[in-house]
């Protein structure tokens, strides 16, 4: 991983993707997050190793097919390290990605491409198949992606960024345990599980969160879900902490947490573990059980 500025990310992306293209992408993930924080982000910068972009709308395998050949035509390489480009004979499971890096020399990032799912997606990832240059490749479209479409905003550079409050109920949804999965690039040094690396990050997201702001995540919450879940909501949102109450109690989970964090977006804040527990059950009791309680008694 390395420090990158989202500004200067965002920037690049305004110029090398095409204008009438930007209406069908945006961003998710750390820069996205470090940029709506960006006044409080140390050094003016996030320690990350990618930047994540959704196209939508739903199934616009175009945009992706077309933004990824503009890219090339600009220089952009594919990174093809964790498998090379497939034929049309290649399971959907075992096409690479759409990643691609910058032409700078020695680049240490890239880009890669999520789709967005369609309402009441069921499979935990659902993947599509894209073809550009000939090469066939996968963009995943993962189940609860798809409140993070909600409120986004506008940067003056021309590229959407998901909010925080949306990527935060993403991830509180798409992990309702531990588990043991862990990330296929070390943090710092160190393999954290996956889990962890994104229930940390919303109490990332809490930590730098205007408090103000944070009093409508409840109601803007209810609204995604039920946009994305017509059906399913009410349960869907009756168990929304329990992934961040298996976090709260297993200890190795959460040093995974407290270390991918303070490697991250709240790098040089100062968080030790004992008051990033503290942060964890508070924010669990003050947003996450009320808003449980209401998907329950709705």
Request: hydrophobic letters at 45%; a negative charge.
């Given at each position: ?7 200067a ?28 924080h ?11 190793k ?9 199934g ?19 990174k ?11 399971p ?41 240059e ?50 296929s690039?070390?943090i710092?040094g ?52 329990a992934?961040l ?54």
């Amino acid at each position: 991983m390395i420090r990158l500025d989202p500004d200067a990310i965002l920037d690049r992306l305004a110029r090398e993707i095409p204008t009438d293209l930007h209406d069908d992408v945006y961003l998710i993930g750390s820069l996205a997050a470090a940029h709506h924080h960006r006044g409080q982000i140390e050094l003016h910068g996030v320690n990350t190793k990618d930047a994540d972009l959704i196209v939508q709308p739903v199934g616009n395998i175009a945009a992706v097919e077309g933004i990824a050949s503009k890219l090339r035509a600009a220089g952009w390489a594919w990174k093809l390290d964790f498998a090379p480009a497939g034929s049309a004979t290649t399971p959907e499971d075992a096409l690479p990605d759409v990643r691609l890096l910058p032409p700078d020399p020695g680049a240490a990032y890239w880009i890669e491409f999520q789709g967005l799912p369609e309402v009441e997606q069921a499979e935990p990832v659902r993947r599509t198949r894209v073809v550009v240059e000939g090469g066939h490749f996968s963009v995943p479209v993962y189940r609860f992606a798809g409140v993070t479409a909600r409120g986004l905003r506008v940067t003056p550079l021309g590229i959407r960024c998901a909010t925080p409050s949306m990527m935060a109920l993403s991830n509180l949804l798409g992990h309702s345990e531990v588990g043991t999965h862990r990330m296929s690039s070390p943090i710092g040094g160190r393999e954290c599980l996956r889990s962890a690396k994104d229930l940390g990050r919303v109490l990332a997201f809490a930590y730098l969160g205007d408090r103000r702001e944070m009093e409508d995540w409840l109601d803007s919450w209810l609204q995604a879900l039920q946009a994305c879940f017509p059906r399913s909501w009410k349960i869907l949102g009756a168990r929304t902490g329990a992934g961040l109450r298996a976090l709260l109690a297993d200890a190795q989970a959460m040093s995974d947490a407290h270390w991918a964090t303070t490697y991250g977006l709240l790098s040089g804040k100062g968080v030790d573990q004992a008051s990033f527990v503290a942060l964890g059950r508070a924010f669990l009791a003050d947003l996450v059980e009320p808003f449980e309680d209401r998907c329950r008694k709705a």
